[in-house]
């Protein structure tokens, strides 16, 4: 696609819910990104993906959140027993080592999944 | 560590004058920077960015940001304030052998008609 695709737009899951996020990323994209905004923060990184192999999953809060990619190109955000503090949205980002050193690839980010526990 | 630091929270400008965005950087080696823009209810929109030469990066919408390694700043420049560049701002940075960015807290600018 033109874009990096994400899924759902919106999410409202009742406290201890699992939840699943798609992101869709660039075609041809083989860096992979998941970041979480809090409402008025700046995104914090969460994992880094290059084709299906998690580099960096550093950034996860908890064990509760999982994230994969099998094939290389789609990839998920699963979050177990979801917790009120789990409540922000998760931005999907991807980039792809041809535009540019390492690091200086232009990561392109999708317009996230707004999740909100209730 | 990497981090950025946008010192102002809000920054108010009269449309038509020059805008200004702060931002102040540390790394370890070599930075590459990045300024994004999010919109309402949006995504982050890539504006620009520096990695080598020129101190001044010229981007999208009319904006551009002045590289100074001195003073570890990249802020972000506006010649001409529109009403539509009403948003928030987000300056980014990354170093040598580094993936992830890491994102400053973001600036809301408000452009008054």
């Known amino acids: 696609g033109a874009g990096v695709s994400q899924s759902p737009r919106y999410k409202v899951a009742k406290r201890g819910q699992d939840v699943a996020l798609r992101c869709d990323p660039i075609?041809?994209?083989?860096?992979l990104f998941w970041y979480q905004q809090a409402l008025g923060q700046g995104p914090e990184f969460l994992t880094y993906?290059?084709?299906?192999?998690?580099?960096?999953k550093s950034g996860l809060p908890s064990d509760r959140f999982f994230a994969e990619r099998p094939e290389g190109s789609v990839s998920t955000l699963k979050i177990q027993r979801t917790q009120q503090e789990d409540s922000a949205v998760y931005l999907c980002?991807?980039?792809?080592?041809?535009?540019?050193?390492?690091?200086?690839?232009?990561?392109?980010f999708g317009e996230g999944s707004w999740l909100t526990v209730v | 560590a990497q981090s950025v630091a946008q010192p102002e929270d809000q920054v108010n400008v009269a449309e038509g004058n020059p805008l200004t965005v702060k931002c102040t950087y540390s790394?370890?080696?070599?930075?590459?920077l990045f300024w994004y823009v999010q919109y309402p209810n949006r995504g982050l929109q890539f504006l620009l960015k520096?990695?080598?030469?020129?101190?001044l990066v010229k981007g999208s919408y009319g904006f551009e940001a002045e590289f100074n390694k001195s003073q570890t700043s990249f802020h972000l420049k506006k010649p001409s304030a529109l009403v539509s560049d009403s948003a928030l701002y987000f300056c980014?940075?990354?170093?040598?052998?580094?993936?992830?960015?890491?994102f400053g807290k973001g600036n809301q600018v408000v452009v008054i008609p």
């Open positions: 980002a991807s980039s792809h080592p041809g535009q540019g050193s390492g690091p200086g690839n232009t990561i392109y």
């Open positions: 075609s041809g994209h083989v860096s």
């Open positions: 993906f290059q084709n299906e192999a998690q580099l960096d």
């Open positions: 790394v370890s080696g070599n930075p590459y």
């Open positions: 520096y990695i080598t030469g020129d101190n």
């Open positions: 980014a940075v990354r170093d040598d052998g580094n993936n992830r960015l890491a």
